[in-house]
C-alpha cells in the first residue's frame, strides 16, 4: 500500500465520522422543532391537481397515506384547520374517495367539530349520489355524541333513501326520529321495521324484532300521552275548566275514542291538574329513556 | 396502378425492417432495461404502500400501478425516442440508410413504428407485473386493459412528438422540449379547470380559454382515475380519443417528414 493510497483511506474514514457526526448534530437540532410544524403543511387543491400531472387519485393515496400515519402530530389548536384542509384536499383530488371521508369524519370527530364533519359528509354525499356511507358516518357522530338529533335524522333520511334495505339505518333513523320528538313517524318507522323482520330468518332479525316492539310499546304511549294531553288542553282552552275524566273527551267531541296503553290499562288521569299519566312502565330505563 | 402495390410493399418491408432494427436497437439499450427494473419494483412496492394504508390496500395499487405505467413508458418514450434520428445522423448511419431506394418519410415511419412496439413491450411487461401484484392481492379488475389502452394513445402521441424534436434538433434540447410538451399536456386542463373560473375580466377568461385549446392536452385522454371506481368512459369517448391521437400524430409525423426533407443529407 502506497502512502497515498493510505492517505486516501484515512480520508475517506474521516469523511464518513465527520457525515456522520453532521448527521447527528442536524438530527438533535431537528428534533427540537415544535413537532406540529413539521409535516401539516398541504397545498391548496388547485395546486395539487395541477402537481399531480393528471394521476389525481395516485396522489390523494399517497396524501391519505401521510394523513393516516401523521394526524396525531398536529397540534390540538390547530389540528381541526388542518385535518379539515386536508381533507378537503384529498376527496378535492379525488371526490369519491370513500375511506377519506369515513377517517376524515373520525380525525375531526376527535375535537368535536360537528360542523365539519357534516360539511366534509355534505361534500361526500355530493360527489357520488350512490354513496350512503358519509350519511350514516355524520347521522351516528349527530347522534351519539353532538345529540343533535335533528342533524341526526337528516343524515339518517338520506341514507335510508340511498339505502332503503339496510336495517340498521332503519333503525337508527326511527331513533333519530323519536330522539327528535316525531314520535308519530318513529312509531310508523318500527312498525315497518316489526313487519319486514318478524317472519324473517335474516341474522340479526330476532334482535330487530325485540327492538321493534319494545319502541313500538313505548312510543305508543308517548303517542297516546301528548293526543290526550293535547285534546285536554284543548278542552280547558275552549270551556275554561279541565274535563271531568278523559271519557268526557270523547263525549264532547275532542277525540273519536279514547284509547288504552299497549298493556291493555286505562291512562289515568287527574282532574285537578289535568295531568294524563300511564300506569305501565316504559321498556327503556335510565337516562336514555328521557326522550 | 399494377407497378404501386409492389411497390408499396416493398415500403412497407422497408418500413418493417427499420421498425425490427429500432426495436432491436432500443431494447439493448440501458435505459429501456433501468426504466423498466424501475417501474416493476415500483409495481411491487405499490402493494407495501397499500399496507400503510387503511382498507384500501388495492386502491394503492391500482392507483399507483396505473400511474407507474403511465410515468415509466412515458419516460421509455422520451428517452429513447429523442434520440431515434438525431443519433443516425450525429454517426452518420442515415447517409447509409438513405442512399438506397428508401423515402425519408419512411425511414421516419418505420422509427416510429419501432418504439410504438418497444412501447408495447414495455407497457405489456407492466401489465402482466400488475396483474399478477392484482390477482394476489385480490384487486384485479379487467378494467385496467382499456385504462392502458388509452395510456398508449397517449404514448403514441408523445413518441410522435419525441421523434419531431429528434429530427430538428439535438438530444439535450429534444428531451428538454417533449419533457415541457408533457408537463404542457398533463396540466393544461387546469386552465380551464382552476384558472378560468377565478377570473373576472371576460377578455382575459376568453384569453385563458383559447389558450387552453392551442396547448396540448394529454390528460384527456386518460381513465386511470375512473378505473378505481369502476366507472366506464363515456359512449363515444372511445372512437373520438382514438381520432383525437391519429390526427395529433399525424401532424406531427407530417411536420417531422417536413423537418427531415429539408436537412441537407446527401
Redesign the interface.
Known amino acids: 500500500m502506497t502512502v497515498r493510497t493510505a492517505i486516501a483511506c484515512l480520508a475517506l474514514v474521516a469523511l464518513l465520522f465527520a457525515m456522520h457526526g453532521l448527521h447527528g448534530g442536524l438530527k438533535s437540532l431537528y428534533d427540537t422543532y415544535p413537532t406540529e410544524f413539521r409535516s401539516y403543511y398541504v397545498p391548496s387543491s388547485a395546486y395539487m391537481k395541477v402537481a399531480s400531472l393528471g394521476q389525481r387519485n395516485f396522489l390523494a393515496d399517497l396524501v391519505f397515506i401521510w394523513s393516516i400515519q401523521f394526524f396525531d402530530m398536529y397540534g390540538p389548536l390547530v389540528r381541526d384547520t388542518y385535518l379539515f384542509h386536508t381533507y378537503d384536499v384529498i376527496t378535492d383530488l379525488d371526490p369519491r374517495f370513500a375511506e377519506a371521508y369515513v377517517f376524515g369524519n373520525l380525525f375531526l370527530s376527535l375535537d368535536r367539530r360537528w360542523d365539519l364533519v357534516y360539511a366534509l359528509s355534505d361534500k361526500g354525499l355530493a360527489a357520488d349520489p350512490n354513496a350512503w356511507i358519509p350519511a350514516w358516518d355524520a347521522g351516528s357522530y349527530a347522534f351519539f355524541y353532538a345529540r343533535d338529533y335533528a342533524a341526526a335524522k337528516r343524515y339518517f333520511a338520506i341514507a335510508h333513501e340511498r339505502n332503503p334495505s339496510a336495517m340498521p339505518v332503519q333503525k337508527m333513523m326511527a331513533n333519530a326520529l323519536k330522539y327528535a320528538g316525531d314520535y308519530d313517524l318513529a312509531l310508523e318507522y318500527w312498525k315497518g321495521i316489526l313487519r319486514e323482520n318478524e317472519d324473517s330468518s335474516a341474522p340479526h332479525a330476532q334482535y330487530f324484532v325485540i327492538a321493534a316492539t319494545r319502541n313500538i310499546h313505548d312510543l305508543t304511549i308517548k303517542v297516546d300521552l301528548r293526543t290526550l294531553q293535547a285534546a285536554v288542553g284543548r278542552y280547558r282552552a275552549e270551556r275554561g275548566n279541565y274535563p271531568p275524566n278523559l271519557d268526557s273527551l270523547a263525549k264532547t267531541g275532542y277525540l273519536s275514542g279514547i284509547p288504552a296503553d299497549p298493556a291493555g290499562k286505562p291512562y289515568l288521569y287527574d282532574s285537578r291538574t289535568g295531568q294524563v299519566t300511564c300506569q305501565s312502565a316504559f321498556k327503556f330505563k335510565g337516562k336514555f329513556a328521557q326522550w | 396502378m399494377s407497378r404501386q402495390a409492389p411497390r408499396g410493399l416493398l415500403a412497407l418491408s422497408q418500413m418493417g425492417s427499420i421498425a425490427l432494427n429500432t426495436f432491436r436497437e432500443a431494447v439493448r439499450s440501458r435505459v429501456f432495461y433501468i426504466l423498466l427494473a424501475f417501474a416493476v419494483s415500483l409495481l411491487v412496492f405499490s402493494s407495501a ?1 397499500g399496507f ?5 390496500l388495492q ?2 395499487i391500482l ?2 400501478g ?2 407507474t405505467i ?2 415509466f413508458s412515458a419516460l421509455t418514450a422520451i428517452f429513447i425516442g429523442i434520440g431515434l434520428i438525431y443519433t443516425e445522423i450525429e454517426r452518420k448511419t442515415i447517409y447509409n440508410i438513405l442512399s438506397k431506394p428508401l423515402a425519408r418519410h419512411h425511414f421516419l415511419l418505420g422509427r416510429y413504428a419501432g418504439l410504438l412496439l418497444v412501447l408495447a413491450v414495455n407497457v405489456a411487461l407492466m401489465v402482466l407485473v400488475l396483474s399478477a401484484v392484482l390477482v394476489y392481492f385480490g384487486g384485479f379488475t379487467p378494467q385496467i386493459f382499456p385504462a392502458v389502452g388509452y395510456i398508449y394513445l397517449e404514448l403514441m402521441i408523445l413518441t410522435a412528438v419525441a421523434l419531431f424534436f429528434s429530427s430538428v434538433t439535438s438530444p439535450v434540447v429534444s428531451a428538454i422540449c417533449t419533457v415541457a410538451f408533457y ?1 404542457i399536456g ?2 393544461s386542463s ?1 386552465l380551464a ?2 384558472l378560468a373560473p377565478q377570473i373576472k375580466a371576460a377578455w382575459a377568461k376568453q384569453l385563458v380559454t383559447a389558450l387552453y385549446h392551442v396547448l396540448p392536452d ?2 384527456i385522454l ?1 381513465i ?2 375512473l378505473v ?2 369502476e366507472i366506464a368512459p363515456a359512449p363515444g369517448f372511445a372512437w373520438r380519443a382514438l381520432l383525437y391521437t391519429a390526427c395529433t400524430v399525424t401532424l406531427l409525423l407530417l411536420a417531422s417528414a417536413l423537418a427531415l426533407r429539408r436537412r441537407d443529407l446527401v
Not at chain 2, 400503510?52 to 384500501?56: P, R, W, Y
Open positions: 404502500m400503510l394504508s387503511i382498507g384500501n386502491r394503492v392507483d399507483m396505473l400511474s403511465s410515468g408537463l398533463h396540466t387546469a379547470e382552476i394529454l390528460g386518460s386511470n382515475n378505481v371506481h
